[in-house]
Nanobody, 112 residues
Framework: VQLQAFGGGLVQAGGSLRLSCAASGSFFSINAVAWYRQAPGKQREWVATITKNGLTNYAASLKGRFTISRDNAKNTGYLHMNNLKPEDTAVYYC???????WGQGTLVTVSS
């Protein structure tokens, strides 16, 4: 499965973005979709996961501002980010599990 993450960009603090993770192939619906992020000079960290059945889980520090979703008909996962803060600046990656495929990452920059 090939993944393409997109939707990043420059946004002011307090703004919103929706990231997309588009998958090729026919196995998207049987995989969980996870989002990770890596800020400059920091290790990659897990953000959220949505299972094949739609169950969601979030990093505690982000719950309430970020929402993960999926559209199996479009082979696409989403990360809705609200009330963005400068510390959310990072490259955001998506991953399918158990497939193991990673998207190439999309940069989110939040200005103060």
């Amino acid at each position: 499965v090939q993944l393409q993450a997109f939707g990043g960009g420059l946004v002011q603090a307090g703004g919103s973005l929706r990231l997309s993770c588009a998958a090729s192939g026919s196995f998207f619906s049987i995989n969980a979709v996870a989002w990770y992020r890596q800020a400059p000079g920091k290790q990659r960290e897990w953000v959220a996961t949505i299972t094949k059945n739609g169950l969601t889980n979030y990093a505690a520090s982000l719950k309430g501002r970020f929402t993960i979703s999926r559209d199996n008909a479009k082979n696409t996962g989403y990360l809705h980010m609200n009330n963005l803060k400068p510390e959310d600046t990072a490259v955001y990656y998506c991953k399918l599990t158990p497939d193991g495929s990673w998207g190439q990452g999309t940069l989110v920059t939040v200005s103060s």
